[in-house]
C-alpha cells in the first residue's frame, strides 16, 4: 500500500507580514511540538535583508495560529552570518531542544540551542564541527543503547550521530542514500524528528529528484527500533509532491519541505514549506500509517 497525505482545506496557513521587516518575503520550514495543551511554531522566515530569523507562533487545534511580533530566535554569532534556518525540535525530559542550521560564507553546519518556554534559550553553538557542508538535522526523543542519537545529512545521504551529552558528537554512519530510478535520486534529508511506534522508529524524509529544477518531495521511512541505522521500509512513491501553484512557484520551485510532524487525535499533522515562500499543513491517519508500517 502506498500512503498519500491530504492538504487541509485552508492551506496555508501562515504567510509572510508585509509589516514586519524580519518576515515580509518568505515565511516557510517550521518545527511544531503539541504540548497536551498548545501547538508551539517555531518556523524560518526571511524579510528583506534575505537573513533567515526563526519567529514563534502558537495555536490552540494546530491549524489557526497567531504570531509574535518580532523574531525569538536570530544570528548570533560569525558561523550564523547568513542566518539561523530550518528548525527541529525534540523535548527530551523537561527542555525542549532545536537543531537548525546555522548558515555562514564557510556553509551550512548543524547547531544546538535549548529552551522550556520558545523565548529564552541556551546555546550550544556548532555541534557537528566537521568541515563539511551539513544540515537536516534531527534529534531522536529518548536514548538508543544508552546514547543520543541525531540525524544529519552529509550530502547526498542521511547519516546518523552518537553522544553521552547532547554536545560532543561522533561515530557518524550514513543509514540511506538516493536510489537510482525513484523521485529521490538526487539526495535526501530526514525531515521531522523520528517518532516512535511498536514497528519501529517513523521517519518523515524529503527526497529530492535531478530535474532541471529539482524537485522535492515527502515520503516515509522504517527504522528498527534498538539499530535505527537498519532500514526496515521506506516510501515506494511520494507521500506528498508539489502540485498546488504555491508550491510549484516560488522563492524556491518545485518544493515540500517538512520538519515537523505531530501526532494529533487520530491523525499525524505535517507541516510544510512551500516553495520557500508559505508554511501548509497536511495530514494523515495514523492508523494508515501503522499499517503500511506493519506490513514490512
Wanted: hydrophobic share 40%.
Amino acid at each position: 500500500m502506498e500512503l498519500k497525505l491530504e492538504r487541509h482545506p485552508l492551506n496555508p496557513i501562515l504567510s509572510p507580514v508585509p509589516e514586519h521587516l524580519w518576515e515580509n518575503k518568505f515565511v516557510f520550514n517550521c518545527a511544531v511540538v503539541f504540548d497536551g495543551e498548545l501547538f508551539h511554531m517555531l518556523y524560518r522566515a526571511q524579510g528583506a535583508d534575505m537573513v533567515s530569523r526563526i519567529g514563534y507562533a502558537v495555536s490552540l487545534d494546530g491549524i489557526k495560529f497567531n504570531r509574535l511580533e518580532n523574531p525569538v530566535f536570530t544570528p548570533a554569532s560569525k558561523e550564523e552570518l547568513y542566518g539561523v534556518e530550518d528548525p527541529r525540535i525534540t523535548k527530551i525530559v523537561d527542555r525542549y531542544y532545536m537543531l537548525y542550521t546555522a548558515y555562514s560564507p564557510k556553509g551550512p553546519r548543524v547547531a544546538l540551542a535549548s529552551t522550556k518556554n520558545f523565548i529564552t534559550w541556551e546555546r550550544y553553538g556548532i555541534v557537528i564541527k566537521d568541515e563539511i557542508n551539513n544540515k537536516d538535522a534531527a534529534l531522536f526523543p529518548e536514548r538508543i543503547n544508552g546514547r543520543y542519537v541525531m540525524m544529519h545529512r552529509f550530502e547526498p545521504d542521511i547519516w546518523l550521530a552518537f553522544s553521552d551529552d547532547l554536545i560532543n558528537w561522533g561515530d557518524y554512519v550514513s543509514i540511506a542514500g538516493p536510489r537510482q530510478g525513484y523521485w529521490d535520486n538526487l539526495k535526501i534529508g530526514a525531515g521531522a524528528p523520528p517518532i516512535k511506534t511498536p514497528y519501529g522508529w517513523l521517519l518523515l524524509y524529503h527526497g529530492v529528484e535531478d530535474a532541471p529544477r529539482p524537485i522535492y518531495r515527502l515520503g516515509f521511512m522504517l527504522l528498527d527500533l534498538n539499530d535505527p541505522t537498519k532500514i526496515l521500509k521506506r516510501s515506494e512513491e511520494p507521500i506528498l509532491e508539489p502540485t498546488e501553484e504555491w508550491e510549484v512557484f516560488g522563492g524556491v520551485p518545485n518544493v515540500v519541505f517538512s520538519d515537523a510532524m505531530v501526532e494529533y487525535k487520530g491523525k499525524y499533522y505535517v507541516y510544510y514549506g512551500a516553495a520557500d515562500n508559505y508554511i501548509a499543513l497536511a495530514t494523515i491517519d495514523v492508523e494508515k500509517v501503522l499499517e503500511w508500517c506493519r506490513k514490512i
